[in-house]
């Protein structure tokens, strides 16, 4: 008698534990055990791109930044596009040219997206963006450690509205320099 009420406990419990694994909440954003920063994304901890977090080019080796007067135009993309248009290489060939002319200078090119999309996929796409734009200057002949990506995804819009203006702006690769 006592080994069918003791199995009957066991059978109730089981029950109990298996219901109650399932009502358990997911864990919330940056919380313990997310691998996170409080408020933070993936981003934040260098998922993406060459593992470069934002603010995180001047620790890793790579030297000091180069003051902001230097400034080429971002080079734009279109709608859910990460190939380099043929208009929008003159952009990146100014870039090589400043490169070749100035051997200890490294540059991030540095990969975005509009709000439209999931977060998970503007982060890869501004990656293939920088990526492709890395690629371009790499075959104009300048070595590719020379050239470092980071993505940023949807994360710094250059323009905050939610129209197609706003959205052209917003799906570029920019062009920050580094002293190597």
């Avoid at 069918?4 to 009502?23: F, P």
Wanted: charge should be negative.
């Amino acid at each position: 008698m006592f080994k069918h009420m003791y199995l009957g406990v066991a059978v109730l419990l089981a029950c109990a534990m298996v219901s109650m694994s399932g009502c358990r909440r997911p864990p919330k954003k940056g919380t313990a055990g997310s691998g996170l920063p409080p408020g933070g994304s993936e981003a934040d901890i260098g998922i993406y791109g060459s593992d470069l977090g934002a603010g995180a080019l001047a620790e890793r080796a790579v030297g000091e930044k180069i003051e902001p007067g230097i400034a080429f135009e971002n080079v734009l993309f279109g709608y859910d596009q990460a190939t380099l248009d043929p208009a929008e290489r003159a952009k990146v060939d100014a870039v090589a040219e400043y490169l070749n002319a100035n051997g200890k200078v490294g540059v991030l090119v540095s990969g975005h997206c509009d709000e439209r999309g999931s977060s998970e996929y503007n982060m890869a796409l501004g990656e293939r963006r920088a990526l492709a734009v890395r690629a371009y200057i790499v075959q104009l002949g300048i070595d590719g450690a020379r050239v470092q990506t980071v993505s940023y995804g949807e994360e710094l819009p250059l323009d905050q509205g939610h129209g197609e203006e706003a959205w052209s702006l917003n799906r570029r690769a920019q062009f920050e320099f580094f002293q190597q």
